[in-house]
């Protein structure tokens, strides 16, 4: 008889997103005449590119002729005018980052979930709490023990290492997903010195890197100095270049990066990645890969940083209402999110409802993101500009 893998049996029920679906849409059917503006999801909602939008056509068209009709990619890494031009664009701001260490995906989460097929099951994992809620999934089905540290309030959300506690595998995201934190040059080298005296890898998410806006913020771990032999780096267009609906992004794992097999055999990470890539995927679609190419391109640079500008004037927007109303917050400075305290020592969910149904405007609770989130909420500066000046209006009328 057939057996399932009963480690799925012990992750929450729904995914985060999905009861929050459920919520709203029950209110919805309840409330057929509700103007609900939706600041949870962090989807955009800005085009992509008209750089991007040209290349992904002409990409098209060259897939529509046989001298230039292209079928699988030979390594499936990426093509490598793809990978060069990220490798180019992590030069502009200072990492070495060689292009043969860079593997173009199909999104950074799938990869977040993915990379740990190279890693034994019986690694311990640690995870800064709060937290995206695929890092302790992925890991959780494949029954690995996890452990958290302590992102909150006292802390300003930016866990730090401690040397009592020791994990073989660390997630860090900086710009914060949920909470808008992020880490300083000097608070990540301590990260990277924690995980080479230990032996340990860092998996690190650096998906909103495009909104950094504070100098001292890294863009990169591989700004920092020793993060070559303890670090993996993922990153998406996601965010950045308005690619939630195409689905692309890379990931770094460098070539100094190695671990020891069982025998003591010094294995490189990069070659078991490669190897797993290899059998269970097959490459990113040649006219996304164009696309993705043109957002790297000066012309495409200078489009994509008017949606991101767009997107954090709506930051600063959520953020100036929460100071008229006293609210503490973290985020929207480096970060499309705006991570605040839920007011008068309401519970995330409780405060989900209020905001719901009383200015049917929809945020996150902090709670789906682990146990430091509770009595914390998420907004996504993600929206339309006028609808993000209305629902701060709304959130102004219900908590003055």
């Not at 059917?29 to 290349?55: F, S």
């Not at 080298?189 to 998906?207: M, T």
């Not at 020891?260 to 990645?273: E, M, R, Y």
């Not at 269970?280 to 006219?287: A, D, E, L, Q």
Request: aromatic residues 10%; glycine residues 8%.
């Amino acid at each position: 008889m057939v057996k399932v893998n009963e480690n799925y049996l012990k992750l929450e029920k729904n995914y985060l997103f999905i009861n929050i679906a459920k919520k709203v849409n029950a209110y919805k059917e309840a409330n057929p005449d509700a103007d609900i503006i939706r600041m949870g999801i962090g989807d955009v909602t800005l085009p992509i590119c008209k750089a991007a939008v040209d290349a992904m056509k002409k990409g098209a068209d060259e897939m529509g002729v046989k001298e230039t009709f292209k079928g699988y990619e030979d390594s499936g890494a990426g093509y490598d005018f793809l990978r060069e031009a990220v490798s180019n664009y992590y030069k502009s701001f200072g990492a070495d980052v060689p292009a043969d260490d860079i593997r173009i995906n199909d999104g950074a989460k799938a990869d977040c979930g993915n990379i740990v097929d190279i890693f034994g099951d019986d690694n311990t994992i640690l995870i800064t709490d709060p937290a995206y809620p695929v890092y302790v999934d992925s890991n959780r089905m494949s029954g690995r023990n996890v452990i958290f540290a302590d992102s909150n309030e006292e802390n300003g959300f930016a866990a730090m290492p401690d040397d009592n506690v020791k994990a073989d595998i660390i997630y860090l995201c900086s710009p914060n997903n949920p909470t808008g934190s992020a880490y300083t040059k000097d608070q990540l080298k301590a990260w990277v010195d924690h995980a080479n005296k230990n032996g340990s890898v860092i998996i690190y998410d650096a998906a909103y890197e495009a909104f950094i806006t504070e100098d001292d913020i890294p863009k990169s771990i591989y700004l920092i100095d020793g993060a070559k032999t303890c670090a993996i780096e993922m990153c998406s267009l996601s965010k950045t270049a308005g690619f939630t609906g195409m689905r692309c992004g890379y990931t770094v794992v460098p070539e100094e990066l190695t671990a020891k097999a069982s025998d003591g055999t010094v294995v490189s990470l990069k070659q078991l990645w490669n190897r797993r890539e290899g059998s269970k995927f097959n490459g990113v679609s040649y006219p996304v890969q164009c696309a993705a190419a043109a957002v790297f391109t000066p012309e495409g640079q200078e489009q994509i940083k008017v949606n991101i500008s767009y997107y954090q004037q709506n930051a600063k927007t959520i953020a100036a209402a929460l100071d008229e109303l006293g609210i503490k917050y973290t985020g929207g400075k480096n970060s499309p999110y705006i991570w605040l305290k839920c007011p008068n020592g309401m519970g995330s969910w409780e405060f989900f409802d209020l905001l719901l149904e009383k200015a049917n405007v929809v945020g996150t609770p902090g709670a789906g993101f682990g146990k430091n989130g509770e009595g914390w909420f998420r907004l996504t500066s993600f929206g339309d500009k006028d609808r993000t000046k209305e629902a701060m209006e709304r959130l102004k009328k219900i908590l003055k």
